[in-house]
């Protein structure tokens, strides 16, 4: 691993923070009423001025742009956590499930909730209980004295996802036309549905995952020479374990119940940050985050403008770019297990 400098650090930060302003910039700027950079700036110096312009530019696409970003880091950094903590190059936040759970609960009340009296402002909570549930499943499962071993973690988030795909189908099966149509957008992904509210909920949730993986980050690479070395190096394994698969699921509950199901960004931003800054864990953290929403961010922007007035789930197009990048790296990681 190359030394990190702070010199480095810098400058990789600085050029992820201007792309994440560009992103931005473009969020606002893009859609069905599409306004020029001098009209972008117009509006953000003097909105007081600008009539309906500043109004959809602040209140329709600003809200929409803060809540894009804050999705994108958390799923980021989320899929950088689990990776390191199994040791998995293919993990990603939805491999243990916590997405399952949280889809699981989202979809109880978009299927059942009008019939006991329950509105769509109750689906994010619903979906943060999911979360979790599975976080709690997890710790029951996760071996003796608490230590959560990665073979344990994966064959429960696998048994866990196949669970909660028989519940959704279940629930779906009661939903009508219209609550239907919501749970089919709800689980390929959208950020559509946005409350300023719920973005700050998102946020606390992000930065507070934050704050627990930087300072562990030093763990994190140490982890990476496996389980017993670590420990002989000075890191409690099984704190850290328990602190960053707590703080990554979290964010990914927080992320899912405002989102829905919005695949791939824990998987290919992080990867991608590897092969261009290396795998230190004291960069690539900060990195994913900023990665991660200004990513997010460029997929749903094109999402509601590829069709004009109609929009996409942002899922679709996460996918549609994450499906390839999954394929090659899985046949690299046989090829590396493989290798006479």
Not at 86 to 107: E, H, K, M, T, W
């Amino acid at each position: 691993m190359k030394v990190l400098t702070p010199r480095h650090t810098a400058s990789v930060l600085g050029l992820l923070a201007l792309g994440v302003l560009g992103s931005v910039a473009v969020g606002l700027a893009a859609g069905p009423s599409a306004l020029s950079a001098r009209e972008l700036l117009a509006v953000l110096l003097a909105p007081e001025s600008q009539g309906s312009a500043a109004d959809i530019v602040l209140r329709v696409r600003l809200p929409r742009v803060v809540l894009s970003l804050l999705v994108g880091a958390s799923l980021s950094v989320a899929g950088v956590l689990f990776q390191a903590l199994l040791r998995n190059p293919l993990a990603d936040p939805f491999v243990l499930g916590v997405s399952g759970g949280a889809a699981l609960g989202g979809i109880a009340v978009l299927s059942l909730g009008s019939s006991v009296g329950l509105s769509h402002a109750a689906v994010p909570p619903a979906a943060f209980a999911g979360a979790v549930a599975t976080i709690l499943l997890l710790r029951l499962v996760s071996g003796a004295r608490g230590r959560a071993s990665a073979t344990s973690l994966l064959l429960t988030g696998v048994v866990f996802n196949a669970f909660a795909s028989a519940g959704i189908v279940f629930l779906a099966s009661f939903a009508g036309l219209t609550e239907g149509a919501g749970v089919f957008l709800w689980l390929i992904g959208s950020l559509s549905n946005v409350r300023a509210d719920i973005a700050g909920w998102v946020a606390v949730f992000l930065f507070a995952g934050l704050a627990c993986a930087l300072p562990l980050a030093r763990s994190l690479n140490l982890l990476a020479l496996g389980e017993e070395p670590a420990q002989q190096l000075g890191v409690d394994v099984v704190r850290v374990q328990r602190v960053l698969l707590v703080a990554a699921s979290l964010m990914v509950g927080a992320a899912v119940s405002v989102a829905g199901l919005v695949g791939f960004v824990g998987l290919i931003i992080p990867h991608l940050l590897r092969l261009l800054i290396g795998p230190d864990h004291r960069l690539l953290v900060p990195a994913s985050a900023l990665a991660g929403a200004a990513f997010l961010l460029l997929c749903d922007t094109a999402a509601r403008t590829l069709l004009g007035g109609r929009e996409l789930p942002v899922g679709a197009l996460t996918s549609l770019a994450g499906g390839p990048v999954f394929l090659w790296l899985l046949r690299r990681h046989q090829q590396r297990i493989f290798a006479p």
